[in-house]
T-cell receptor
Framework: EDQVTQSPEALRLQEGESSSLNCSYT??????LFWYRQDPGKGPEFLFT???AGEEKEKERLKATLTKKESFLHITAPKPEDSATYLC??????????????FGKGTKLSVIP | EAQVTQNPRYLITVTGKKLTVTCSQN?????MSWYRQDPGLGLRQIYY???????DKGDVPEGYKVSRKEKRNFPLILESPSPNQTSLYFC???????????FGNGTRLTVT
């Protein structure tokens, strides 16, 4: 069973049509949840880190929220340049000072003019 | 400008021919790691390094080697590549263990 599940796999929106992407996780001790944006042919680019339930972060048209079981990436009035794959990654506490980071498979967002 | 530089960007090779993908960073970050990205499987960690001469296995280390002789460099070595190692590879750095990852632009490897 996947520890980090993103939904939907793909999402097509009209320009200006707000929506949300979901990242649900089942890790036992959350150390941090990260959102990244990945454009075709490029490495993922960091967007947000959330550390505890109730936390929210905002950047331009994007807002990330966190509960004890999931995170949402809300996109308000998206533009075509917001088209990308959005990745969620969860870091959990593991023994002996090491860490485990698990990525979801991503949501491919297409914003149509 | 803060950068993670991978080379080459594209590589086509044959089964069994040893290859090295280089990764260099100019941010003085302690942590470096290698990931592979495959359709339907997402990003999976191959190896990571917490400091010079300190490395550890990630989720899919089989068939790969790494070394961290200097803080800025973290090469990925495939001693005997096989077709199932055809993938998109990313090097990433972090300032601390819970900091965001900074990724390079990737190396697309094809093994025939």
């Amino acid at each position: 069973e996947d520890q980090v599940t993103q939904s939907p796999e793909a999402l097509r929106l009209q320009e200006g049509e707000s929506s949300s992407l979901n990242c649900s996780y089942t890790v036992s001790g959350l150390r941090g949840l990260f959102w990244y944006r990945q454009d075709p042919g490029k490495g993922p680019e960091f967007l947000f880190t959330l550390y505890s339930a109730g936390e929210e972060k905002e950047k331009e048209r994007l807002k990330a929220t966190l509960t004890k079981k999931e995170s949402f990436l809300h996109i308000t009035a998206p533009k075509p340049e917001d088209s990308a794959t959005y990745l969620c990654a969860v870091q959990e506490h593991s023994g002996a000072g090491s860490y485990q980071l698990t990525f979801g498979k991503g949501t491919k967002l297409s914003v149509i003019p | 400008e803060a950068q993670v530089t991978q080379n080459p960007r594209y590589l086509i090779t044959v089964t069994g021919k040893k290859l090295t993908v280089t990764c260099s960073q100019n941010m003085n970050h302690e942590y470096m790691s290698w990931y592979r990205q495959d359709p339907g499987l997402g990003l999976r960690q191959i190896y990571y390094s917490m400091n010079v001469e300190v490395t550890d296995k990630g989720d899919v280390p089989e068939g790969y080697k790494v070394s961290r002789k200097e803080k800025r460099n973290f090469p990925l070595i495939l001693e005997s590549p096989s077709p199932n190692q055809t993938s998109l590879y990313f090097c990433a750095t972090q300032r601390r263990s819970n900091s965001p990852l900074h990724f390079g632009n990737g190396t697309r490897l094809t093994v025939t």
